[in-house]
Each structure stands twice: as C-alpha cells, then as structure tokens.
C-alpha cells in the first residue's frame, strides 16, 4: 500500500450509478473505497448496508472497501459487512457496549478493525484499545452528512495520535493508519498531512468535481508539497 491513501467516500457518489462510480473514482487513482453507513439511531440520516458492500464486491470492485459504522448497535453489522467483503471496518465506541469485544470480533472475522473518535471525543478511548487497532478514524465534521465544513480543531487531535503512534514500538510490518474524514479538500488536505494522517477521506470534493482524477492528482500533490 502506498504511504498516502486518498479514501472516496461513496456518500457524495450518485447512488443510481454506484458501480460505475465506484469504478471511475479508481481509475481515477483513488485507493480506498470509504463506505459510510448511516442507522438513523446512532446519526441523523440513513444510507446502505452489507448487500450494497457485496454488491460492489460481486460487480468486480477488489480495492480496500473501507466500511465507516455510524450504526447502533455495531456487532451483529459487523458480522454482516465481513461476510459482504469489507477490509476495514470502523465504529464509534460510544456505540458499542463492549469496545475490546467489538475490535476482536472485527479481527476474528479477518477485518482490519478501526476506532472512530468524534469531533468532541477525547483520547482517551484510545488507552487499551491503540495497539489492537489498524486504523484511528478522527472525524472533521460531526458525522452524519457529507459537505460539512472542516472543523480546524482537530487537527490538533491529529497530531496528538501521531505522537503516540509514533510512540509504539510495532513489530515489522504492522501498520495503524491515521484516517481524516469530513471536509477534506484540495484546500486544506496538506495541512492534514503536515499534522500527520496518512489516509484522507473525500466525499464531496472529489465526487463533486468534473474530473476526479485531476481533484485526486491535486490532492496528492498538495500532500507531497506538506509532508515531501
Ligand atoms: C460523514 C461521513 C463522511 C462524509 C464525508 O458522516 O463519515 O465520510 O461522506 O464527506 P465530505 O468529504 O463531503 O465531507
Ligand atoms: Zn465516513
């Protein structure tokens, strides 16, 4: 995997064409696919489950499909979106009642588990669980919409888990990735990089643009002139 992931989030995609989108945004040079799903319990607003997740997997789509659990409860989605081929899966730990259990069932079940910390959510979440994960998800807007403004707060958030990422003595070869997601844009990816993330999610800044592998290429380049 590269040392940059640009994560498209499907939210901002046009549902009717799913897999073409889908389609389009990787050949674009996105690397990740980022699958929001939405309960209406546990966030405001409803969107797709697992047979959309296998869907996509059976329309030919191999790239990482990253699965964003905004839902209440989590477990028994997580049983689902395993079996319909998600490579990550996140949750909010509020959401859960059993945070450990949750990240192990997640690992049993051959995902890449992911702990998702809300705008206000604070570090603490992270003290037993970090070394467990593969993935920190840091939210830039409250979740539950696309096209939010980026709140600039968190990027004080992001450098906090980079420190203690940077912290950890990982055997060889295991990685946990610093995921952003809300508001992230041409405009402000480099700031976000510089903070220490290496996995950007982008919903509306790329699937509402007229060329996607330009906005993606940008990106990109905005990242390298942040971090080299
Ligand atoms: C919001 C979702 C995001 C959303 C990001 O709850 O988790 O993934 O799609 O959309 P943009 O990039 O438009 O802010
Ligand atoms: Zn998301």
């Given at each position: 995997m590269r040392d940059y992931l640009i994560a498209s989030s499907i939210l901002s995609a046009d549902f009717a064409r799913l897999g073409a989108e889908v389609e389009a945004v990787l050949a674009a040079d996105a690397d990740v696919v980022h699958f929001d799903v939405m309960d209406n319990h546990y966030v405001p607003n409803l969107t797709v489950g697992p047979l959309v997740c296998t869907s996509l997997r059976k329309h030919g789509i191999v790239a990482p499909i990253d699965v964003h659990l905004m839902v209440r409860p989590v477990d028994r989605l997580v049983e689902d979106f395993a079996a319909a081929g998600a490579t990550f899966i996140s949750f909010h730990p509020?959401?859960?009642?059993h945070v450990d259990r949750t990240i192990g069932l997640i690992r049993e079940l051959g995902c890449r588990p992911g702990l998702v910390l809300n705008p206000a959510t604070t570090l603490e979440c992270l003290d037993y669980t970090l070394e467990k994960l593969d993935l920190v998800l840091v939210m830039?807007?409250?979740?539950?919409?696309?096209?939010q403004a980026f709140i600039a707060s968190v990027l004080n958030k992001v450098r906090a888990i980079r420190a203690r990422l940077d912290a950890l003595d990982l055997p060889a070869g295991r990685e946990i990735r610093l995921e952003v997601d809300g508001g992230v844009k041409i405009g402000n990816i480099g700031e976000v990089a510089a903070a220490g993330a290496d996995m950007f999610v982008a919903g509306s800044a790329i699937f509402g643009s007229d060329d996607y592998a330009q906005t993606i290429a940008d990106m990109r380049k905005q990242i390298t002139a942040a971090v080299g």
């Open positions: 509020e959401a859960s009642e830039s807007v409250n979740p539950g919409f696309g096209g």
